[in-house]
């Protein structure tokens, strides 16, 4: 089992900058894929970045250039820096741990960018 607990949502204005933060309850190192999921009002759940145990990364083409994931494992801990942010952004942002078929998800925390 994996708890896992985001941070660092709020509102800020288009073009500004947010970094979300995803505290694990267990050593992430072996973990093999780590991400970050957005759910926006009426529409589906879709991956935002995931950072696998390796070091690669995957951003969906939305967010590439603007979006950066990383992982501390040494604090259990993966981070999202959100740059250049614009309205289409707000959701309710989650984080993902992907322990070899089993699934763990954060609460979720509200990501509002206003034009």
């Known amino acids: 089992q994996v708890q896992l607990v985001e941070s660092g949502g709020g509102l800020v204005q288009a073009g500004g900058a947010l970094r979300l933060t995803c505290a694990a309850s267990?050593?992430?190192?072996?973990?093999?894929?780590m991400g970050w999921y957005r759910q926006a009002p009426g529409k589906q759940r879709e991956v935002v970045a995931t950072?696998?145990?390796?070091?690669?990364?995957y951003y969906v083409g939305s967010v590439k250039g603007r979006f950066t994931i990383s992982r501390d494992n040494a604090k259990n801990t993966v981070y999202l820096q959100m740059n250049s942010l614009k309205p289409e952004d707000t959701a309710v942002y989650y984080c993902?741990?992907?322990?070899?078929?089993?699934?763990?998800w954060g609460q979720g925390t509200q990501v509002t960018v206003s034009s």
């Open positions: 950072i696998f145990s390796g070091g690669g990364t």
């Open positions: 993902n741990a992907d322990d070899v078929g089993n699934n763990y």
């Open positions: 267990k050593n992430i190192f072996s973990i093999y894929r």
